[in-house]
């Protein structure tokens, strides 16, 4: 690439002044004051939420209302600032859902951690967190931020489910092999 | 009533008006700030404060949430903070200068107030007497003079701070302040030079001024600012520099000195440098107006007493012609012509960015300076050979 | 590994690397010695081979000669021997290097082979990775990265087989996501001499199972689950605890017994959670008895010591060790110091170092059970072979203190130092522990502990660095793998605070420094030092001691002495 010299043509009189620029900028500022306004006035007027926006993580349940985490611990393993935590059970035998054997006693996600980058989204692979539409989260101590299992259900609620893979699992346990 | 004032004893006098001026300064410095941050806001395109309100005033429907939306009640809530926060006294600071620098701020700024005039009426024989409270001959020269004390504070409260960015603030305020009131001073001369015919008797009045202003004719009812047009900018360019403003606020300089010569200071004794600012935005535009705006008269070639003249002759109601109401009226276009200088202030502000120092310097001793002293010439001749 | 014996190496050839192998080596590691990786799941090299999981296919040919003449035959292009390929794969496990033999992995028919071996073993694999405790070390689920296809062509529905099976008191059986490669069968039948496994049905329907009326309940039952290639065999105890990929691996030895069996202990965040066997082929293999996996559980026991005590009551660790030493050496001479079997051999030195400093008597507390010829031997203490080597002791200890009583109830013993010997369990009465003073340094609350003067906090062996030397005389050492309590101290900073206290020459409390020392001071050990010590442990010389009459039977990698004429 050549490099063009561009000579810098010197200023006129006018220009020396600075007063012509001056009128200039006073008109495009006054063009500015009468203009209607562009900020949003923040409680009374919300942000219209695009789809997959990147709010709060919380849990969700498949239309049947079961949990769908499995505790697999992978977001927990994933998270970069490691906000979530999460302690592993398993499903006793006479639940309705024991045949998904595991599930969480506890999941933590330590909102003063949190840096919303939906990698513990990405990474599920039972489609149980969820980055919803919740953006913001305050609370008077360190305790309150962290947000325990059972304020993610209830942020999270229900969302569809395309695949209901322990329903068919559980159809097949109950219908038996084929021969 | 205006009897019985006059009846009471000059003392009694005097302290009635110190307290009219502290009451009615202290709210404008106040309405001032707020009006700042709303101009802020409408440039930048947002709406600015809105947000406070009284809860008897919310229930008023519109005009309440009309003056919520106006941020009115941000003044109060401003000046109850100021008032009530903790007035810290920073560690190892001279603290009899740290608390006199305030002080020494408020005084030229409350002082010059009263003899600026700010309105007039008519009396008996239809002679226009001006509005003031002291309505001194040497007018602009004691505006000059005692307004030019400010700088003190500026440089105490630097010193006085104990602290790297308000001394540089000081330094700076002094040398900026003392620059440009050289080309301020010089710019002004003309108007009287045009105003004292030779023979008569001099005045540096400042009501005069506007009464030069109100003649009729053509070269009589003109304002100074078609007459003077470059005294009017160097005026005006100087009375940025004067009163801190951008693009001269060299001694404050938020991006550089953190806070200047104010850095130290918190809650009231900050309020008081803010009120004295604004008490000095308001005196310069006042003085600007009466010097080239024409003062109380609505328009250029028409004189408040042609239109107290018209009224009465379209309306012939009796009430057009009382003092009250042509000072009230005097007083409105008055207070129109400085709030729009306070507001171009303001503009101004958002306009054009901060000069660097060496710039502020250059400007004022190449630049300005030269230019006042050859503007002054130019009349000085021009006016010579017409008089003559 | 592999012995190299010189006598009878064999060359092979493996995707054209020239190796020099034992002749009966198996391909699999045969390749694994050029670094080339065989697929495997039922191969397990110490298991018998059975070749039926097929992953380990491979290429194989032989060098060509003339049937008639046996003279080779020259490729004419290459102007070497003529390679013949045997046209269908071979599987690796179960072919042994021969002379001449040349292996191929890296065509284009060993990827479909291991594609298609792959494909059929996902077909009835449930996809329960995100709650299968052996994600992230199954090998289904790494081979499936390696050569799996990445999608399923299989449309029908998966078998359903038994989920949650106890198969023993320590193993859960999930049957869906077994492979069949029979390891466990093995494993029962060949090592554990415990035949309970089987498969029952056929084909897609074959199941693991035990045989009815038995019960997976040996002491070796958890091995299965080590072995287990992918997550159907899990331990009860470790099952949906954590996911193995938060886990820190620390090496450590089994201290149940004088075998010293290797292991790894799996940690997070200063909690444990289970404990394998780390493969030496000189001492455990690659197993570990189920017992020895209990080990971790007293670390965050209730009766855990925390605070140092004096005359029963809470003081701190400076105070404490200023009182013990202060008033050990006031009593100097009439002091018995009672090492122990389960000290490590720092611990031991130092606690020879306390009783040279003190003229005082050493004891040493023997403890012995039935040893079962596998990992678990006779003598259950990991170290007495150590208080040999270090000079604490010079005759094996007997299994109470009566001498030690005796001279207590004379009078000879007004104060007895502790190093973790519970002194009441060791035979001596309430009425004797009475009449002394003891200082005790140890982990756990137990009688001595409630008679004690002075007791001082210290470490388990998952909370510090050391060394054990095992039935073998092997000197193996174990590192911390978490940290111990608030208030307890290491062993070692305790007893060379003590030593010095006790006017004794100053001694390092830590562990790399404290080795010069041992090895200046212990002629057997004078080359070694913590650093430099195998992972595999280091074998010393025995022969000093080879007169004692050791109580270990035979185990898994020790054959007694012939034993004097009297035992």
């Known amino acids: 690439m050549s490099v063009k010299i561009v000579e810098r043509k010197p200023l006129t009189l006018a220009e020396r002044t600075y007063i012509p620029q001056i009128v200039g900028g006073l008109k495009t500022t006054w063009k500015h004051l009468v203009r209607p306004k562009e900020t949003m ?57 024991a045949h998904v054997e595991k599930g969480p006693q506890a999941f933590d996600i330590d909102m003063l951690r949190c840096i919303y980058c939906g990698m513990c989204e990405e990474v599920c692979p039972e489609e149980a967190i969820v980055l919803q539409n ?25 969302l569809p489910d395309k695949h209901l893979k322990w329903d068919k699992k559980k159809a097949a346990e109950e219908h038996g092999n084929a021969h | ?45 947002r709406p600015g404060p809105n947000r406070a309100i009284v809860p008897w005033i919310a229930w008023i429907p519109f005009v309440g949430t009309f003056l919520q939306r106006l941020g009115l009640f941000h003044v109060m809530a401003d000046g109850g903070k100021m008032l009530f926060k903790e007035d810290a006294l920073p560690g190892g600071v001279n603290k009899f200068y740290f608390i006199l620098a305030p002080i020494v701020a408020m005084i030229p700024a409350l002082t010059t107030v009263t003899t600026v005039p700010f309105g007039a009426y008519l009396d008996g024989h239809g002679a226009v007497i001006p509005l003031g409270l002291a309505n001194v001959d040497i007018g602009l020269l004691a505006v000059f003079a005692v307004s030019s004390l400010g700088v003190y504070s500026l440089i105490l409260a630097g010193w006085a701070s104990n602290s790297k960015y308000p001394f540089l603030g000081g330094v700076r305020a002094s040398a900026q302040l003392i620059s440009y009131e050289l080309s301020m001073t010089l710019s002004v001369i003309p108007v009287f ?120 002759g379209i309306t012939g109601a009796a009430w057009i012609i009382h003092p009250l109401f042509v000072g009230l009226l005097s007083i409105g276009i008055f207070l129109g012509k400085v709030v729009f200088g306070i507001f171009f202030f303001m503009w101004v502000r958002w306009t054009v960015p901060r000069f660097r120092y060496d710039q502020v310097m250059e400007l004022g001793w190449k630049k300005l300076l030269p230019l006042a002293i050859a503007n002054l010439l130019v009349y000085a001749i021009g006016i010579a050979v017409i008089t003559k | ?27 699999i590691e045969a390749a694994r010695l050029v670094g080339v990786d065989v697929p495997y799941y039922c191969y397990h090299p110490k298991l018998t081979v059975v070749g039926n999981c097929r992953m380990c296919l491979i290429e194989m040919g032989m060098p060509a000669v003339d049937p008639v003449s046996k003279a080779p035959i020259m490729d004419p292009v290459t102007g070497k021997q003529k390679i013949n390929w045997i046209p269908r794969p071979q599987i690796g496990c179960a072919t042994n290097a021969s002379p001449g033999l040349h292996i191929r992995t890296n065509t284009p028919q060993i990827k479909d082979c291991r594609e298609g071996v792959m494909e059929f073993l996902l077909i009835n694999h449930p996809l329960d990775c995100p709650i299968c405790d052996q994600a992230g070390e199954c090998k289904l689920q790494e081979q499936s990265t390696g050569y799996g296809r990445g999608y399923s062509r299989f449309i029908e529905q998966k078998n359903v087989k038994p989920k949650r099976t106890q198969l023993g008191p320590r193993v859960t059986l999930d049957d869906e996501r077994c492979i069949l490669c029979s390891r466990c069968i093995r494993f029962c039948k060949e090592i554990a001499k415990d035949d309970v496994l089987g498969f029952v049905d056929r084909g897609s329907y074959s199941t693991l199972t035990c045989y009815p009326g038995k019960a997976l309940a040996n002491n070796y039952s958890l091995n299965t689950v080590d072995i287990c290639p992918v997550g159907a065999l899990t331990s009860t105890d470790f099952r949906f605890k954590m996911r193995v990929w938060f886990l820190k691996q620390t090496n450590s030895i089994d201290t149940e017994s004088s075998v010293g069996a290797n292991t790894v202990v799996w940690s997070r965040e200063g909690v444990i959670y289970r404990i394998t066997p780390r493969r030496n082929d000189e001492v455990n293999d690659t197993w570990l008895a189920d017992s020895a996996r209990d080990l971790y559980k007293p670390v965050r026991a209730a009766d855990r010591l925390g605070s140092p005590l004096v005359s029963g009551s809470a003081a701190t660790g400076e105070v404490a060790m200023a009182k013990a030493a202060e008033f050990l050496k006031s009593s ?70 009566g001498e030690l009583g005796a001279a ?86 305790v007893l060379a605070r003590l030593v010095a206290g006790c006017g004794g020459a100053a001694v390092a409390g830590e562990i790399n420094t404290l080795w010069t020392t041992i090895a200046a001071e212990v002629p057997a050990l004078q080359t070694v030092t913590f650093a430099n010590l195998p992972e595999t442990g280091l074998l010393l010389d025995a022969t000093p001691w080879a007169t004692l009459p050791f109580v270990e039977g035979e185990t898994l990698h020790y054959k007694p002495a012939a034993q004097p004429a009297s035992s």
């Open chain 3, 332 to 401: 100097a001479g009439s002091v018995a110091v009672v090492g122990s079997g389960r000290s490590s051999v720092e611990e031991q030195f130092l606690t020879r170092k306390l009783a040279t400093a003190l003229q005082a008597s050493t004891h040493l507390v023997s403890r012995t059970g039935e040893g079962d010829k596998l990992l678990i031997s006779a003598d259950r203490n990991p170290n007495v072979r150590g208080a040999l080597v270090i000079g604490l002791i010079a005759q094996l200890p007997k299994s109470t203190l």
């Open chain 3, 408 to 493: 207590i109830d004379a009078g000879r013993v007004k104060a007895v130092v502790s190093v973790g010997e519970d002194l009441a369990a060791a035979g001596l009465t309430t009425a004797q522990l009475a009449k002394v003073a003891i200082v005790y340094l140890g982990t756990h609350a137990n009688a001595t502990t409630a008679a004690a003067k002075v007791v001082l906090p210290t470490l388990m062996t998952f909370e510090k660095n050391g060394t054990f030397v095992n039935q073998q005389f092997r000197l193996q050492k174990f590192f911390k793998a978490v940290p111990g309590p608030t208030g307890a101290v290491e062993d070692v900073a």
């Open chain 2, 1 to 45: 009533m205006v009897d019985f004032y006059f009846q009471l004893h000059p003392v009694i006098q005097a302290v009635l008006k110190g307290l009219a001026v502290i009451l009615v300064i202290f709210p404008l410095g106040g309405i001032c700030s707020m009006a700042e941050r709303k101009v802020s806001a409408w440039i930048q395109g």
């Open chain 1, 134 to 158: 919740q953006f913001s989260m305050s609370g008077y101590s360190r305790d309150e931020m962290i947000n325990h299992k059972d304020r993610l259900y209830e942020l999270g609620g229900t």
């Open chain 2, 193 to 312: 030079l045009w105003i004292n015919a030779p023979g008569t008797e001099g005045t540096m009045s400042l009501a005069k001024t506007v009464e030069f202003q109100s003649q009729p004719g053509f070269w009589g009812g003109a304002w100074f600012i078609f007459i003077m047009p470059v005294s009017a900018f160097i005026f005006l360019v100087s009375l940025f520099a004067e009163t801190n403003r951008q693009p001269f606020d060299m001694p404050e300089s938020e991006a550089d000195l953190v806070g200047g010569f104010h850095t130290e200071y918190g809650a009231f004794k900050w309020g008081l440098f803010f009120v004295a600012e604004y008490a000095h935005m308001i005196i310069g535009s006042g003085v600007f107006t009466l010097l080239f705006l024409g003062g109380w008269n609505p328009l250029p070639w028409i004189s408040l007493a042609d239109l107290i003249g018209w009224l009465n």
């Open chain 1, 41 to 97: 006035e923040y409680p009374e007027q919300r942000p219209a939420i695009p789809p997959r926006y990147r709010g709060v993580p919380t849990l969700v349940r498949d239309p049947h209302g079961r949990e769908k985490c499995v505790s697999c611990q992978l977001c927990e393993f994933v998270c970069p600032p490691k906000a979530i935590r999460i302690t592993p059970g398993e499903i006793p035998p006479d639940s309705a859902t």
């Open chain 3, 1 to 27: 590994m592999i012995a190299p014996a010189k006598s009878d190496l064999v060359t092979v050839n493996v995707d054209g690397k020239e190796i020099a192998v034992p002749k009966g080596t198996n391909v």
